[in-house]
T-cell receptor, first 115, second 113 residues
Framework: GQQLNQSPQSMFIQEGEDVSMNCTSS?????WLWYKQDPGEGPVLLIA?????ELTSNGRLTAQFGITRKDSFLNISASIPSDVGIYFC???????????????FGKGTHLIIQP | DVKVTQSSRYLVKRTGEKVFLECVQD?????MFWYRQDPGLGLRLIYF???????EKGDIPEGYSVSREKKERFSLILESASTNQTSMYLC????????????FGPGTRLTVL
């Protein structure tokens, strides 16, 4: 299947700092999504992006669908302790990703916040 | 809110045992998915289903089978569990035409000894 390169793999930041992470692919996607997973739980959808160039916000979170349709980034402003977790990007469509109609996931960015 | 539930949060089985992982969703979703999650590998699609009695292989179906006898329930079956199937298993569901906005269950952490 397709591969998504997500970076960084982990981030150690101070509370209040801004966070930025991104995903790139060698193939195009029609949809980009960002999920957050808390320990012992399933991923929860944060933001879905449907159009190349689209910039979408959800509270302190902002994500963009790259113009080339091969990348996306997620920013978190003014991080707080409950932002801790693993963030996954996921792509859908545009090729043979994710076993036909499943999602192709990045390997995750582990966010750790030091008070 | 969509609720996706999985029958067990933790499961320990022995090599060679037949294992059933159950997933139920309460929002009348047509599409259901099974993923496994491993450190450093992210989530990988095992099987998915568009409708009752319908199933499609994902990226890593080997060693697994599935059953969808009712719309709300999607079962993952390990016919003969092996140690390399120790993993976190996640079920997800979506409405038809909304394959991208997948709602996940809490996961089942399976250990095969």
């Amino acid at each position: 299947g397709q591969q998504l390169n997500q970076s960084p793999q982990s981030m150690f930041i101070q509370e209040g700092e801004d966070v930025s992470m991104n995903c790139t692919s060698s193939s195009i996607f029609n949809t980009w999504l960002w999920y957050k997973q808390d320990p012992g739980e399933g991923p929860v959808l944060l933001i879905a992006l449907y159009k190349a160039g689209e910039l979408t916000s959800n509270g302190r979170l902002t994500a963009q669908f790259g113009i080339t349709r091969k990348d996306s980034f997620l920013n978190i402003s003014a991080s707080i302790p409950s932002d801790v977790g693993i963030y996954f990007c996921a792509g859908h469509g545009g090729g043979s990703g994710g076993g036909a109609d499943g999602l192709t996931f990045g390997k995750g960015t582990h966010l750790i916040i030091q008070p | 809110d969509v609720k996706v539930t999985q029958s067990s949060r933790y499961l320990v089985k022995r090599t060679g045992e037949k294992v059933f992982l159950e997933c139920v969703q309460d929002m009348d979703h047509e599409n259901m998915f099974w993923y496994r999650q491993d450190p450093g590998l992210g989530l990988r699609l095992i099987y998915f289903s568009y409708d009752v009695k319908m199933k499609e292989k994902g990226d890593i179906p080997e060693g697994y089978s599935v059953s969808r006898e009712k719309k709300e329930r999607f079962s993952l079956i390990l016919e003969s569990a092996s140690t390399n199937q120790t993993s976190m298993y996640l079920c997800a569901s979506t409405m038809v035409g909304a394959y991208n906005e997948q709602f996940f269950g809490p996961g089942t952490r399976l250990t095969v000894l």
